[in-house]
């Protein structure tokens, strides 16, 4: 598979505090990648970078052989990068059809008004919300929420998905029906970079995992491996208590 994405010794720094220090990983077309990491350890401020939302303090960011190091927000969306946001952020007096349309418009599409509707609707019915489309986005669940904010990035036909703890927050039977989502948005042709807290989550999903901490890379490589690596469990559950002395 092709390299889509490439990540080279990025750095943020907030007033001297390091939120990521040299961070460097390839993302292949096709593959859903798990990135993975304690709160604090910069997985956010990384899709930040990423969508354009802010500019890196050093390093550099390749998408498809382009520099996309300080590109703008808009042009990222333009050029088939999306994100979504752990905390969903729909227009909320807008209906949820409204929403969706908006990222139609803003995305790579440039269709026409039949095309527009018919466009939508495909977005609604692929996440499960389409007979939720003349609804507020103020009046939906939690879950369906978490759904419109899949559908209003996938709206803007997105080559690489940014997803941001999307079950968080779920039920586990509205976590699984999450995962199964995102597979299949895979199995249409894009990549996804996914943060996740929950473990089984990112075994069940994840072609490969990234592991950060403290702003640096701590470990990468397939989830299996992941699960069993020592400095990947201690930076989730600390060092193992000594057995005290005789």
Known sequence: ????????????????????????????????????????????????????SQPPTSGKIVFEGRDFTRVKPYRAV??????????????????????????????????????????????????????????????LSVGDLKRLELARTLATRPRLLLCDEVCAGLTECEMQSILGLLRRIQALGTTIIYVEHNLRAIL????????????????????EKMQNDPAVIEAYIGKKAEAPRP
């Open 1 to 52: 598979m092709a390299t889509l994405l490439t990540i080279e010794e990025l750095s943020k720094r907030f007033s001297g505090l390091a939120a990521l220090d040299h961070i460097s990983f390839e993302i292949r077309e096709g593959e859903i990648v798990g990135l993975i990491g304690p709160n604090g350890a910069g997985k956010t401020t990384l899709f930040s970078i990423i969508a354009g």
């Open 78 to 139: 333009h050029a088939g990068i999306a994100r979504t946001h752990q905390i969903p952020q729909p227009f909320l007096s807008m209906t949820v059809r409204e929403n969706v349309e908006v990222g139609l418009r803003f995305g790579r599409a440039r269709e026409g008004a039949q095309e527009l509707i018919k466009g939508v609707m495909q977005v609604l019915e692929l996440v499960g919300i389409a007979p939720l489309a003349e609804l507020p986005a103020a009046a």
């Open 204 to 223: 069940s999903t994840c072609h490969h995992v990234i592991v950060l901490n403290f702003g640096k890379k701590l470990a990468e490589g397939p989830p």
